[in-house]
């Protein structure tokens, strides 16, 4: 199970920090990632991260997003940073390790 929280309005410039709580077991071995669908789009990656702590960011958000996870804590989180209207959209923990599992979301705003 994952539960996204941090999300809400934010005025352009500003900054929001996701997390992403997670249940059951080998947290630390699983591809965890941030992604993003905004009204009338696809859903897409925002960024991710291996169980070797390597990430990937999508190229609109990079230096201004950092993921990272807490795996004593089970966590994934966001640091989102200089956050501009194009990154309104509901946002979505993620979690790979031969099977899919989603959070259900948590809305992000951008709006001055």
């Known amino acids: 199970q994952l539960v996204e929280s941090g999300g809400g309005l934010v005025q352009p410039g500003g900054s929001l920090r996701l997390s992403c709580a997670a249940a059951?077991?080998?947290?630390?071995?699983?591809?965890m990632a941030w992604y993003r669908q905004a009204p009338g789009q696809e859903r897409e990656l925002v960024a991710g991260?291996?169980?070797?702590?390597?990430?990937n960011y999508l190229d609109s958000v990079k230096g201004r997003f950092t993921i990272s996870r807490d795996n004593s804590n089970q966590r994934l989180y966001l640091q989102m940073d200089s956050v501009n209207l194009e990154d309104t959209a509901v946002y979505y923990c993620?979690?790979?390790?031969?099977?899919?599992?989603w959070g259900q979301g948590t809305q992000v705003t951008v709006a001055s």
């Open positions: 993620f979690a790979f390790m031969g099977e899919s599992y």
């Open positions: 991260i291996s169980s070797s702590n390597i990430p």
């Open positions: 059951g077991s080998y947290f630390m071995a699983y591809y």
